[in-house]
């Protein structure tokens, strides 16, 4: 084994999977290396602490105590009588029902305010019944057909208004939802690299892990390519922690392309390509 | 009552069948509360939000997992609520890490062989809660509590594959903060 292979070996040993001839070229390794000789002693060393925990602590009597009242005390919650929740579900249906029977249609403006008003009252609604401890599954289903009722009521308003109501809804939820996607920095400079791994799958939750410790935004897109596994990970990150993510990545790479492929010159917007081995 | 039927009968609304049914994960529960914020007020607490979050939400149980797996999913996560609520800092209070790595003392250890003991696994304690939440969790539930890969996929709802990377990872930095104080684990011995 060499030097690179060693972290799977200590974890297969941290993990009781490490067969005797496993240990025994571990143990030579490390004989001619200082830095892993390091890291067997750490390994060691932290398995005997870890074996030293147990999976089980006894809790302190005040404490037991104290979870079995709580769980007493909200057993006897009534249930029955929850009058925020009815006030919010009574108001919802008013307003449904106010809709439904409305004298006139409205029309243009008034339609689009109607739908928006009916549509807030019961979210309202079923935003006060969440946010009620324990409510039981079926007061949330009394809210949700609040909801739906509502729902049902703007929409037997004149349905010309409504459509333009909703299409004017749905923009704003795209641009939303638009605002929310990672950053892929339209027109800043994107650094491509390219990585061949032994294992896609694996190398992409690595790097969604590390995006995150590395404070970054990622995306990955998976593909196949001539029957190989494949994926772009675009990813975005300050500009401090570039160089270090790119060096925790480049340990994956099969490649043999030169340690200076993956170095960063402020750029700060990357497109790693993973091709399977 | 056999594990089962406690778990219908607390569905049903039992409250004693309830407490029965978690007498025998409280242990479990505390252990993982205790190792992920490293001090007993807050383990504490923890337990107490777990078990009503339990409580409450019971009768979505479905028996497909191991009761004991789903109990560890529903106080993993309210670790995690609690933790990401805080954007927690490591408490370095060594107080509240030696809290986290008390044990009775050994029949044949010194005062000062058990004060090590006590020391080193304050330290471990304190490097695994300098880790991120996430990693934290994985490598709790893998290292002390023993869960398998596919018991901690299910408690954390992801996949095997990102628990094993992120167990990996996070023994890599465990590595890495006890080479860094050598001297103390070299005082403790292999």
Known sequence: MNCTQLDQYLDAMLDGTLTADELSSVDDHCQGCAACAEKLKANRQMMRVFAEMAPEMDVPLPAQARWREAVRNEARRPARLNFRLIGGIAAALVVALGATFALKAPAGDDAKMLSVRTEQSADAALSDSRTLDAAPAMEFEAADDALIEADGAAESVNMAEEDEAVQEAEAVEFAAEAANLPVKSVGAPMREIGMVVDDVNRVCDYARDLAQEYEGDIDIQHFDEDGAACANLYIDLPAANAPEFLEAMRHFDHSGAPADAFDVDGETSLLLVLRSE | ?190
């Open chain 2, 1 to 190: 009552m056999d594990e089962r039927q406690l778990i219908e009968r607390a569905i049903r609304g039992d409250a004693r069948a309830f407490n029965d049914l978690m007498s025998a994960q409280e242990k479990r529960m505390y252990a993982v509360a205790m190792r992920m914020f490293g001090n007993r007020e807050d383990a504490e607490d923890c337990l107490q939000d777990a078990m009503l979050r339990i409580f409450r939400s019971i009768s979505g149980f479905k028996f497909q997992s191991s009761f004991s797996t789903w109990v560890y999913r529903v106080t993993m996560n309210t670790c995690l609520d609690e933790l990401r609520k805080r954007k927690n800092r490591p408490n370095t209070s060594l107080d509240g890490l030696l809290d986290a790595g008390w044990m009775p003392a050994d029949a044949q250890d010194t005062p000062e062989q058990h004060a090590l003991r006590a020391e080193v696994r304050g330290s471990v304690y304190g490097f695994i809660r300098e880790l991120p939440e996430d990693m934290r969790a994985a490598v709790v539930l893998r290292d002390i509590q023993g869960l398998s890969y596919e018991d901690i996929a299910q408690a954390l709802d992801t996949n095997v594959g990102t628990v094993k990377s992120r167990i990996s990872r996070g023994r890599e930095k465990l590595r890495e903060k006890i080479m860094a104080k050598s001297e103390l684990f070299d005082r403790y011995g292999v």
